[in-house]
């Protein structure tokens, strides 16, 4: 039995059912992989934790050589409000100079721990840096120089768990992205 019925009374609801999900990666791979010489190498960032569903199914959709990394960063510990203050706790094994990255995350919603990584990664001279975020809350942006170069799709300003996302850390095995109920959180 899957994930979604251990969870089913804490969703209120759910915004972006499992189909649709899996529908757009597959577009977005495509977008992604056309953006790109043929054949050129791309190393894949993948944000911990949040992002890991969507970096596995994104890279199955991307018909380029793909090398799989990964940076731990974290600004929200347990609550539902950025904290603003962006922690490395892993930073990448790859060296990135003169090579093509593709950051992959959840969601964008204040924009610091995207500012924060593409500025840092930046440093090390990689050859390109595109992003790529399955959700993103345009309403919640506090940082205003950053845009998603690949987005799956735009949510309300509602806190959202699932494929990913957390909640406490529980909610990111469920396949689809839904939002909690309130009684759960506040
Ligand atoms: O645009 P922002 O306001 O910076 O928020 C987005 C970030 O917040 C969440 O990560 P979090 O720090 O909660 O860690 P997690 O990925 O391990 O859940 C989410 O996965 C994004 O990485
Ligand atoms: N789980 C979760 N993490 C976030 N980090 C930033 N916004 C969100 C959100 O809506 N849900
Ligand atoms: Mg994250």
């Known amino acids: 039995m899957r994930s979604d019925s251990i969870f089913k009374d804490d969703i209120a609801k759910i915004i972006i059912p499992e189909r649709v999900l899996q529908n757009r990666i597959e577009e977005l791979g495509g977008e992604i992989t056309s953006s790109y010489q043929h054949g050129e190498e791309v190393v894949m960032v993948c944000i911990l934790r949040g992002a890991v569903m969507f970096m596995a199914d994104l890279s199955q959709q991307i018909n380029l050589p793909v090398i799989f990394d990964f940076m731990d960063v974290s600004s929200y510990g347990v609550a539902t409000e950025s904290s603003g203050v962006v ?30 990584v593409v500025d840092m990664l930046q440093t090390r001279n990689p050859a390109s ?4 975020t399955l959700l993103d809350k345009p309403e919640r942006r506090v940082v205003k120089q950053i845009n998603a170069d690949f987005n799956g799709f735009e949510i309300p300003d509602e806190f959202v768990v699932g494929y990913g996302l957390d ?19 506040s």
């Open 129 to 132: 840096i595109k992003i790529a």
């Open 167 to 185: 909640f406490a850390e529980r909610y990111r095995n469920l396949p689809f992205i839904g939002v909690l109920k309130k009684e759960l959180y």
């Open 87 to 116: 922690r490395i706790i892993k930073d990448l094994e790859e060296n990135i100079e003169n090579r093509h990255v593709l950051i992959v995350e959840d969601i964008m919603d204040t924009g610091k721990t995207l500012k924060y």
